[in-house]
């Protein structure tokens, strides 16, 4: 688990299946406690090396995240999964109708150190972005389910990342701004 670092893992404690070999002919004989700890162990395991394998690959960098549905009953954040299949969690708020190729990297190659205050950094980005454009009804205030929307990701715990929604977008539309090589810590 160390070696390969995972994206993702199913775990559980061995369980016997009676319409197995296993089942049928061998006997379980490791305690109830020492499964338990394996399980621990394997988990946490899994959980530090992704943390660790996220935050040093994805923490800057921007996706394309399929909005699944709202992350809380409040409705205050969503949950998605980008374009590698990692679920991604973002503040409901309002983002761009579209962006730009030039506007994509200069917002991935910002600095991450709006991580103490990180709406009102990118938001002021943003507004900035929507000043300098000329044309009518720049922001999209309503993201819902079903939506594709790009958004930086500024943290990782696990397996799952956190991130801020930038501007929506359709799968033509990301293509054209070559996401994955907008890295900020390239």
């Given at each position: ?57 994805e923490v800057g ?82 993201v819902k389910k ?41």
């Open positions: 688990m160390r070696e390969v670092i995972y994206d993702q893992a199913f775990t559980y404690k061995y369980s016997r299946r009676e319409q197995t070999f296993a089942g049928l002919h061998l006997e379980d004989d490791v305690a109830e406690e020492v499964k338990s700890r394996r399980l621990a162990e394997l988990i946490d395991t899994f959980q530090m090396t992704t943390s660790i394998r996220n935050s040093l690959l960098r921007l996706h394309v995240v399929l909005v699944e549905g709202e992350g809380d009953p409040q409705g205050n954040t969503f949950t998605g999964r980008t374009d590698t299949n990692k679920r991604v969690i973002f503040p409901n708020q309002r983002v761009l109708q579209s962006i730009s190729k030039e506007e994509a990297k200069h917002i991935a190659m910002s600095s991450l150190a709006y991580s103490l205050s990180p709406s009102s950094t990118l938001t002021e980005l943003l507004e900035s972005i929507v000043q300098k454009r000329r044309e009518g009804q720049p922001w999209c205030n309503e079903g939506d594709y929307v790009i958004v930086k990701i500024t943290a990782a715990r696990g397996h799952t990342l956190r991130g801020l929604p930038v501007a929506q977008t359709s799968i033509t539309q990301s293509t054209s701004l070559s996401l994955p090589s907008l890295l900020s810590n390239a």
